[in-house]
């Protein structure tokens, strides 16, 4: 049996490029793309494929947030971002929401069928053109933010969320309206939030969240 892949990404010829390339893999088979993350939401939870290759840059959400959806509604799918970027906090933020792959598109030809057996297998690839020096950085800042995942662990869904929409610049009052909360409530909410995090300012909580992928802006 073939395993099952999806696509999503919003350049359609990159898309159809990427099926061609992967449908002469015997061992893999496209069965749905996506040019968008609510759209390929949308068809993984009807397909339910075993893997999923999503672009970084998407229109209405990033990669690293679809990552993270999709390996929570589907535990046992895999995922592999394509990126033009190598930077270090768009692999970091991609493998922290559960990605196991990360290649570049300029190199994807050559390297996505390694990179398919292996996620698959449920190992982590990254691509060989990031450098050594990366790939160690890598590592070192993976082990020293594993206390700081466990304290965000700790906050209840309902800080999660708060802390979510306070890192991406929302107001207290705009929380407020899309939680059906108070403002009030709001502000226990972040005043609780801080001291958990040991966080002292709204550019410190950013900054946090952005370690941990939380965020949509992505180039």
């Known amino acids: 049996m073939k395993n099952k892949i999806i696509i999503i990404d919003d350049h359609s010829l990159f898309r159809e490029s990427l099926k061609q390339t992967i449908d002469q893999y015997a061992d893999f088979e496209v069965v749905g793309t996506a040019g968008d993350s609510r759209e390929g939401e949308k068809i993984a939870m009807h397909l339910k494929p075993d893997l999923a290759v999503i672009d970084l840059s998407l229109p209405d959400k990033s990669g690293i947030q679809l990552a993270r959806i999709l390996t929570t509604i589907l535990p046992g799918i895999k995922v592999v971002i394509v990126s033009m ?6 692999i970091l933020g991609s493998l922290q929401a559960g990605a196991l792959g990360y290649i570049v598109k300029e190199s994807v ?6 990179c398919l057996e292996s996620t698959l297998k449920g190992d982590y690839y990254l691509d060989a053109v990031l450098s050594g020096e990366i790939a160690a950085k890598l590592l070192d800042v993976s082990l020293n933010q594993v206390d700081s995942n466990s304290v965000y662990g700790s906050l209840s869904p309902r800080e999660q969320q708060v802390m979510r929409l306070l890192a991406q610049g929302e107001s207290t009052k ?3 309206e899309k939680l059906f909360i108070s403002p009030k409530t709001v502000a226990n909410h972040r005043a609780n939030i801080m001291t958990k995090l040991d966080i002292h300012n709204s550019a410190g909580l950013v900054r946090y969240a952005a370690l941990l992928g939380l965020l949509e802006t992505v180039p």
């Open 85 to 90: 970027h190598s930077k270090i906090d768009y």
């Open 109 to 114: 030809t050559k390297t996505l069928f390694d």
């Open 174 to 176: 705009t929380v407020a």
